[in-house]
């Protein structure tokens, strides 16, 4: 794996206790499935200048509405 590669970067997230962190890729998108993170929560990570709202980082997509959403046939 190229060095920086996005699997091998570690993120923190800001909370109302602080700042949280390092994790890994994995981490990130377990906390963004399980609703503890989401698209207005601060993240920083090496190459950002600034913490930058989750949404507006373009490393995660945010969580698929359709996938948790019962489909009815009629």
């Known amino acids: ?13 800001a909370s109302e206790q602080g700042n949280k ?3 890994k890729a994995t981490d990130m998108i377990a906390m963004i499935e399980q609703g ?3 698209g207005n ?3 920083w990570r090496d190459g950002f200048d600034n913490w930058i ?18 489909q009815t046939s009629d």
């Open 53 to 70: 709202l989750l949404r507006k980082s373009g490393d995660f997509e945010p969580p698929s509405q359709t996938a948790s959403s019962p």
């Open 41 to 43: 929560t601060w993240i």
């Open 21 to 23: 962190g390092p994790f």
């Open 36 to 38: 503890i993170i989401h």
């Open 1 to 13: 794996m190229a060095p920086n590669h996005p699997a091998d970067r570690v993120w923190y997230c």
